[in-house]
């Protein structure tokens, strides 16, 4: 079994800042990437952020350069540092990892999702 807690979201002010963190436990023989999706009301949901495990990272273009995403390893935690937010960026946000399982199949689980609010 995979676990995933996430924690940090909240309500803020639009300028304000917060920081999301995914801690991801069990089976997970090889984590591949974390990552964090986010789905608005009434909107599909999107990719936010990704980081894999060498460090590369992609973010969605809307989030780029008020948005950071790392990682530790050792505690297969991916953070999200949400700074200058907007209330656009208010949503669910779910942490996602990619991992394989103990065939080396490739598997993904969601996080149940964490509410970010930011009021204007």
């Known amino acids: 079994q995979v676990q995933l807690v996430e924690s940090g979201g909240g309500l803020v002010q639009a300028g304000g800042s917060l920081r999301l963190a995914c801690a991801a436990s069990?089976?997970?023989?090889?984590?591949?990437?974390m990552g964090w999706y986010r789905q608005a009301p009434g909107k599909q949901r999107e990719l936010v952020a990704r980081i894999t495990s060498g460090g590369s990272t992609n973010l969605a273009d809307s989030v780029k350069g008020r948005f950071t995403i790392s990682r530790d390893n050792a505690k297969n935690t991916v953070y999200l540092q949400m700074d200058s937010l907007k209330p656009e960026d208010t949503a669910v946000y779910f942490c996602?990892?990619?991992?394989?399982?103990?065939?080396?199949?490739?598997?993904?689980?969601w996080g149940q999702g964490t509410q970010v609010t930011v009021s204007s």
């Open positions: 069990g089976t997970l023989f090889k984590v591949n990437s």
């Open positions: 996602t990892v990619v991992y394989f399982d103990s065939t080396n199949s490739v598997r993904d689980y």
